[in-house]
């Protein structure tokens, strides 16, 4: 599903952010990221979506090198990549369904697709009877399962999720990761960005660890370190 | 298709209504400076009106008598023959019906006049050209001449008044094609601003539309359809200004006396509407550029 060969990319000659990094992902993997702050976690996400470009290498996401994908076609990319992030990300003057109708406007998905669609993703993510609320009046937890509803509505293949746990007490954390296993188990690849020992600790899933830019480990069924 | 149209209207509209006071500044400078093009345009008109007669280099009308015989119209064409080469370079008869299309022109401001004249009232004219040489002295000379023809009713030099008139009409076209270029400039830029600070307003929403999937040209498009919709407000104030200076200028133009010549500075042959076609479309060409142009340009965002 995913595959990186020999990726570099620096910010400037002294800000590497990834250097000659290679990993596989397959289908249906759940993949947690770890290693320090400035690792090149978020980089690494960002080069999955096309928000950004290496300078050496090659991308390959569901069969096709995205580098040299032409940006005509990168929407149609990100329509099958769903992207979860530690300040969420909602848009306040939105309910919650608007919120995550939002994502299947954008792309053109007709209404009656989004009124039969948006409240199953709601049930599914614990929040159905909230619909009508604004992202003020829910708790963090809830917020973050606002914004996976918004990632999974259109089912995409792979789901990059940037610390979600990160502004989250532990209890609420949990519950946002038992949503993502369920997700995992309906065969979206999921790819997780962490600093939580705990939630990596107990998940026991493949685990790749970043230092200054270089893969330093990659492990199955690892543990944070 | 449905929902992404409703979803562009609804879009711009919520972009309206957060910029009301930017959007406001931005249709009143769009519609000052189209109104400005507008009237430039029909004072331009309203010259060539006033010195129809006298294009191509006449410099004297000379007016045969009404329901002149032809062999009076001529002996004075033979006359004028004589001069060709020395003191006339050329000459142009305009019969009956070419004399009434002009005045439909040149008394287009003074409708009871006109109304007065037909086939059997109107003289007819020679329009002269002199030739480069010809002095002030020698053209006088030669209207003494003409109007001492038989069945020559009168003759007129253009003399200093259409100089005058001609310099006036150079000197506010130039100035007034500056100015409204550079007030369209400055609505161009204002629209340019009004979408950026649009599109800085709502960063967050581009920013999750392009992480969901949604084309650069669906972003756009509302932002666009705002640019141009502000561009075709500024054209429609103008427009209604435009008609209503020009239905009060042909009103007043009634009470001036025929002699002041202003008579011709009108637009009544429906010139004011093809203007006010140039004026919406080039309001809304403007507004979609400068839209189209911010959109582009700050949507990495």
């Known amino acids: 599903m995913i595959r990186l060969e020999n990726v570099t990319k620096n910010y400037s000659a002294e800000v590497v952010a990834l250097n000659d990094a290679s990993f596989d992902i397959a289908k249906g993997e759940f993949v947690f990221l770890v290693g320090p702050s400035g690792s090149g976690k978020s980089t690494l996400l960002r080069l999955l979506n096309r928000q950004e470009r290496p300078q050496r290498g090659a991308v390959w996401v569901a069969g096709r090198n995205i580098i040299d994908m032409p940006p005509s076609r990168v929407p149609h990319l990100r329509r099958n990549i769903g992207n979860i992030f530690q300040d969420y990300k909602l848009l306040l003057n939105k309910t919650v369904f608007e919120n995550v109708a939002f994502a299947q406007e954008v792309i053109g998905k007709p209404k009656h697709v989004i009124r039969q669609q948006v409240p199953a993703v709601l049930d599914l993510v614990g929040l159905a009877g909230k619909e009508e609320r604004f992202p003020h009046q829910l708790s963090g937890g809830e917020q973050q399962r606002v914004s996976v509803a918004r990632a999974f509505v259109n089912r995409p293949l792979i789901l990059l999720a940037d610390e979600p746990t990160g502004n989250l007490d532990p209890g609420t954390g949990e519950g946002i990761m038992r949503l993502l296993d369920r997700i995992n188990k309906t065969g979206t690849t999921v790819v997780m960005a962490t600093h939580d020992q705990r939630i990596v600790n107990t998940m026991r899933k493949r685990v790749i660890q970043l230092d200054r830019g270089v893969i330093v480990r990659d492990q199955a069924r690892g543990v944070y370190e | 298709m449905l929902s992404r149209l409703t979803y562009t209207l609804r879009e711009t509209w919520a972009s309206f209504q957060r910029n009301v006071t930017l959007t406001a500044a931005a249709i009143i ?70 004399s009434l299309d002009e005045a439909r022109v040149v008394l287009a401001g003074d409708p009871t006049t006109l109304n007065l004249l037909n086939e059997n009232n109107i003289p007819t004219l020679f329009k002269v050209v002199p030739t480069e040489a010809a002095e002030v002295d020698v053209l006088r000379g030669l209207r003494d001449t003409y109007a001492s023809l038989p069945q020559v009713e009168t003759v007129v030099l253009a003399e200093d008044q259409i100089d005058l008139i001609a310099r006036l009409q150079g000197f506010v076209s130039t100035y007034t094609t500056g100015l409204w270029i550079a007030l369209m400039f400055a609505s161009g830029l204002l629209i340019w601003n009004t979408i950026r600070t649009a599109m800085f307003a709502r960063r967050r929403e581009i920013e999750v539309m392009k992480l969901v999937g949604a084309t650069d040209w669906f972003i756009r498009i509302p932002f666009m359809l705002e640019g141009l919709i502000q561009g075709l407000l500024g054209g429609v104030i103008a427009v209604g200004s435009l008609q209503f200076i020009n239905w009060r200028w042909t009103q007043g133009v009634q009470d001036f006396p025929e002699s002041s010549g202003m008579t011709a500075l009108v637009v009544t042959d429906g010139y004011n509407w093809t203007v006010s076609f140039f004026i919406l479309a080039f309001g809304a060409l403007v507004g979609m550029i400068g839209s189209g142009i911010a959109a582009s340009k700050f949507l990495d965002v």
């Open chain 2, 29 to 98: 400078t769009a519609a000052v400076s189209l109104l400005i093009f507008g009237l430039t345009l029909l004072i331009q008109h309203g010259f060539d009106n006033l010195l129809k007669r006298w294009e191509g280099g006449v410099e004297m009308l000379v007016f045969v008598v009404p329901q002149a015989e032809q062999d009076t119209i001529d002996y004075v064409a033979g006359v004028l023959d004589q001069q060709r080469g020395t003191a006339i370079e050329r000459y142009e008869y305009c019969d009956v019906q070419c």
